[in-house]
């Protein structure tokens, strides 16, 4: 793999049907808060961010109906939703999304979305129908924003202190990854089975939370 391709944890996905709801539950259970994030703009989706310093967690839901009714994010989470909440699939940042790109053969995408406060984040992402159609592969993130700007470096009142995502575990075909992610040090479990995310660990100061 390019050195340049390098790979961590970025964050880690729930469809939920509620977005405050959800944030609830997860604190009661965790410690750990979630506080708005915005609005994926023109997709129809929005989220909360669980910042947990180097990574984060993203709660996703729809926000507009129609909008995700015509944008294959918001049918993806309206699909997951139909069958189930939960974590719905994992992302690794890089500094080159372009040398992933050309390893994979992926285009990249830019997207962006509002935050609470007006400001707009950007950031290009590569390989997310791929993820969309066989959920133990994660997709590809570059940001293009100053690194105090990133999710998982918001402010938020924790109940414990976090210290990031420690691994995620998959079920698929033990072959998948390897090839997907190259040869990384991350921390990504793999067991057979059909497709999908068993769970994700987060380390904490008070030891780790797991999230299944």
Known sequence: MDGAEELRFDHVI???ADLDAAGE?????????SVPGGRHKGLGTGNRIIPLGPDYIELMGIVD????????LGCW????????EGIAAFCLRTESID??????????EPMERTAPDGSSL???????EAAM???CKPFFIQWDVPPNKHPGRIVAEHQVTPLGISWVEVSGDPGVIPAWIG?????VRITPGESGIVGVGVRTTDGEVVLR
């Open 14 to 16: 729930l469809a939920v």
């Open 25 to 33: 539950l997860i604190c009661a259970a965790t410690g750990l808060v």
């Open 65 to 72: 109906i129609d909008q995700a009714a015509r944008s294959p």
């Open 77 to 84: 989470v309206a699909g997951r939703l139909a069958i189930r």
């Open 99 to 108: 040398a992933v790109g050309r390893r994979l053969r992926l285009k990249s």
């Open 122 to 128: 950007g950031w290009r992402l590569a390989g997310l």
């Open 133 to 135: 159609a066989d959920p």
């Open 183 to 187: 040869e990384d040090s991350i921390d």
